[in-house]
């Protein structure tokens, strides 16, 4: 019964924790461009992350070792190195972004200076990081970050067409937007799903957590109920935008417009279920990111390193991220937009891919390493698929974001 | 190679000093595209303000920051140049975008009787704007 309750309260926070500003961003901006028509490109994306976070906590759970060890060894020094940079460039803008969010939320809830806002946000971030244990951190975040689950009851009441939708499940002929945009918005949404620095947070916090053999099944049962149902958040963000705002000519620019769906819908307790909803599940975005970074600085250069370890004993660590957390204040003190930022990390973020996820694929067929939970014939199918899909969209997102403005056509 | 390299650089200078400004049919076409966006989202915001369904701290940040976005695009329409045959709509997208970005500054201050009022004017602002898009199209 310990058991059962344990599963479902880690699901219940990886729900919650699975949208970050970057699946706020383009859901709602592809829903509100080309309506329902991109709803397949989420699935996809939400299997991708499932196959690839559940072959990385097997890995941590077997090997005792995380992705970003893992990295250098497989891929040596210098490729190691430059995945390194490349992915510690795009948690920092990640990072920045999510903080913006943060302030951006706080803002639309008290009416407070932004500036202002930012340095009680990172405060508080530092703060949960630095008092709260592990777990602690997911659920609390996990389960505010639940809020978000008001855009699932609004995508109901507004009575979308469901044959519409379920067309927007089959990849097909596109309208409303160019061809360019509407490969701009697939790369997009896949790399909004499939981000990596979710990968590092999670085999990280599998070896934190000291997972073993006995751990596959709840490894299993996380990523695919608890991701498989945060993606349905994407999906309602995507149907609300789809009914709500495309018929208007809405083109959501600002954090604070999908509250507005939640809003119109629900009233004032829609949104404030959307604002606080959105408030943790990017606060614990940032978190993750300032892990995320310190977590890969740390593994690969063999510093000692954990959320458990004390401060002191893990100090270059613990350096790290809060270094992350003071890099993404001054980013977002400039006043650039985190909307944009948003789209830029996503499209980077893609390009950074296939040196994340590839090592994790040879480790994760290698028995030297995995012993008999080597990956199945299953796992390795959907790995090769979804690393050819990786390979694809790393090598389009720059062009297809210079290409169109940044989906703006 | 030298005048080669003064040559490129006075293109370059020229074409600088030709573009700076100068909006073509599929610039102002997006223009207008962002600011009927801006324009039907304050409609929204100010009807469900109106409705009751919304906070004043929600409608009030976020109108200003539509506003913001407004007044931006106004500026810009306003210091635009165009061809001679695009210049009417251009004058006239930038006069609906100090229209919208007033309509958006009314959501923040007046009371909350007139956000009714305010939300039929931004509506009918929209469509004004995203008629004189589909004309550059």
Known sequence: MKNVLAVALGILSAIGGFVDIGDLVFNTQAGAIFGFQLLWVVVVGVVGIIVYS??????????KRPVFDLVRERTGFGAGLMTLVASEVVSLMTCAAEVGGVAICLQLLSGLPYRFLILVAISGLVLCSWILPFDWI???????????????????KLHPDWGEVGRGFVPGAHSGGSLMVYLYFVVGLLGAAMTPYEVYFYSSGAVEDGWGVRDLGLNKVTTMIGYGLGGLLSLALMIVAAVLFLPRGISPEFLGTPPLAAEHVLGQVGLLLALVGIL???????????????????????WKWGKKERPAGAARFTLTWIAMFGLAMAVVMTGYDPVKLTEYSVIFSVVALPLTYLPILLVANDPSYMGTNVNGRLANTLGILYFAIILAISISAIPLMLLTHGGQG | MRIGAWGLLVLVLLTGCGDRGEMDAAALSQQAKALQSVAAEGALLAHDAASGKSTGVYSGEHSAELRGAAAQIAASLEAATTTPGLDPTRRRLAVLGTQVTSYLDRIRDAPRSEDRAVGQRLAVSARRIQTLGRSLT
């Open chain 1, 138 to 156: 997911e659920r609390i975040f996990g389960y505010l970050g639940l809020g978000l689950l008001v855009f699932a009851v609004a995508a109901i």
């Open chain 1, 54 to 63: 559940e072959m990385c906590g097997r890995v941590s759970a077997v090997a």
């Open chain 1, 280 to 302: 943790f599940a990017v606060g614990g975005a940032a978190i993750e990111t300032s892990f995320s970074g310190a977590y890969n600085l740390a593994q690969f250069f063999g």
